[in-house]
């Protein structure tokens, strides 16, 4: 019985759009953003949360939470002058076509599935390269060895929605940070 309450719960979050429209009682999960100083004693909740929102509901706010978490840190990165023109990704979470839908929604670029599934051991496999002379620096590296297997574009629906709901979850953090320390 499990299995098949999972597998339910999946479908619902893998058939509906966003968790709901800005308007309607939005589910937010709030984990703390990046390098915003929360420590290891930092707590998350969801907010808005309805009697109408299931486990899928919940499945879904806390993959574009996540991805919300990732968009933090692209803004970073934006803000040192880095243009990003795609993201990519791989191994477990990449196998879903939801979440990469949702993240390449919520980032505004499109997300590249990378043939190698071992990202992490793979990159640092090229990284050992590039310090070995195996390759001449690590953009050589990665166009000699990474490849794409698939790419997913931003649902430009989910993209404007994800677009006015990003600063509210920005704001999310903080505002609960304060109740704590009450």
């Known amino acids: 019985?499990?299995?098949?309450?999972?597998?339910?719960?999946?479908?619902?979050?893998?058939?509906?759009g966003p968790v709901a429209t800005v308007s309607c009682g939005r589910v937010w999960p709030s984990p703390p953003p990046p390098g915003n100083g929360?420590?290891?004693?930092?707590?998350?909740?969801?907010?808005?949360?309805e009697l109408r929102h299931d486990r899928g509901a919940l499945v879904r706010a806390v993959l574009e939470g996540v991805a919300f978490g990732l968009r933090d840190s692209l803004e970073l990165l934006r803000d040192l002058g880095v243009a990003?023109?795609?993201?990519?990704?791989?191994?477990?979470?990449?196998?879903?076509?939801?979440?990469?839908r949702?993240?390449?929604?919520v980032l505004g670029?499109?997300?590249?599935?990378?043939?190698?599934?071992?990202?992490?051991?793979?990159?640092?496999?090229?990284l050992g390269g590039v310090a070995g002379g195996v390759f001449a620096d690590v953009s050589d590296a990665v166009a000699r060895c990474v490849r794409v297997r698939d790419v997913v574009e931003p649902d430009p629906g989910w993209a404007a929605a994800y677009d006015e709901l990003y600063p509210r979850y920005?704001?999310?953090?903080?505002?609960?940070?304060r109740t704590e320390d009450t």
């Open 84 to 100: 990003a023109g795609a993201a990519r990704v791989s191994g477990g979470g990449a196998r879903s076509g939801l979440w990469r």
């Open 109 to 126: 670029v499109p997300v590249e599935t990378t043939a190698a599934e071992e990202g992490s051991a793979y990159g640092a496999a090229l």
């Open 170 to 177: 920005r704001a999310l953090y903080p505002a609960l940070k």
């Open 102 to 105: 949702i993240v390449a929604s």
């Open 38 to 49: 929360a420590g290891p004693d930092a707590r998350g909740a969801f907010v808005g949360l």
């Open 1 to 16: 019985p499990r299995a098949r309450h999972r597998a339910a719960a999946a479908a619902r979050a893998r058939s509906a």
